[in-house]
């Protein structure tokens, strides 16, 4: 299996701050890269797929980046709602799998 | 409104059979574009896939739980089931029914609506 791997794992920020969340995979998964965010007691909802493709309905300020081994997930300008944990899936090979999650807290 | 609605027992005895069953609203799951699928979330392992069904019946397990695992879909009822056998306290954690977008290019999935999730305690 393709291991992902997020860092940070915790990442303390302020509204309106831009902040930068990094993944990588254990082998080249070209641009097959999902971003997803869950809130507490929710379901995870899908941000970006294809590496830098937003879902429809996704804020503009969220954005994605990368390819091969390395990727990323940025929000230009944290909003109150953007307080989460995120998470990266490979979908390159299967079983598909998933980071462990980066926790984006209020500083 | 696409909506997916897990349900099935909260608490399982170890050694026997999770059921879950996924009802899903505000669209066809005949839809010849998507799949559906499985996922689990634990504090210990993350985000896990499970597997995935189409309409027709065919499905995709994930190695790791395919000897365990059985997912069968009912399109009258617009509904798709899990069953995973011989379950440890290992297998307690959330489980998510999920439309699944696949991919054609590189057989591989992504989940773009997901129920609320239904908790399952494996104890005796």
């Known amino acids: 299996d393709i291991q992902m791997t997020q860092s940070p794992s915790t990442l303390s920020a302020s509204v309106g701050d831009r902040v930068t969340i990094t993944c990588r995979a254990s082998q080249s998964i070209s641009s097959w890269l999902a971003w997803y965010q869950q809130k507490p007691g929710k379901a995870p909802k899908l941000l970006i797929y294809k590496a830098s493709t937003l879902e429809s309905g996704v804020p503009s300020r969220f954005s994605g980046s990368g390819s091969g081994t390395e990727f990323t997930l940025t929000i230009s300008s944290l909003q109150p709602d953007d307080f989460a944990t995120y998470y990266c899936?490979?979908?390159?090979?299967?079983?598909?799998?998933f980071g462990q999650g980066t926790k984006l807290e209020i500083k | 409104q696409l909506q997916l609605q897990e349900s099935g027992p909260g608490l399982v005895k170890p050694s026997e059979t999770l059921s879950l069953t996924c009802t899903v609203s505000g669209g066809s799951i005949s839809s010849s574009s998507y799949y559906w699928g499985w996922i689990r979330q634990s504090p210990g392992k993350g985000l896990e896939w499970i597997g995935s069904?189409?309409?027709?019946?065919?499905?995709y397990y994930n190695p790791s739980l395919k000897s365990r695992v059985a997912i069968s879909v009912d399109t009258a009822k617009n509904q798709f089931s899990l069953k995973l056998s011989s379950v440890t306290a290992a297998d307690t954690a959330m489980y998510y029914c999920?439309?699944?977008?696949?991919?054609?290019?590189?057989?591989?999935?992504?989940?773009?609506?997901w129920g609320l999730g239904t908790l399952v305690t494996v104890s005796s």
């Open positions: 899936q490979q979908y390159y090979s299967s079983p598909p799998t």
């Open positions: 999920a439309r699944t977008e696949y991919y054609f290019d590189v057989s591989g999935y992504t989940f773009d609506y």
């Open positions: 069904i189409y309409h027709s019946g065919s499905t």
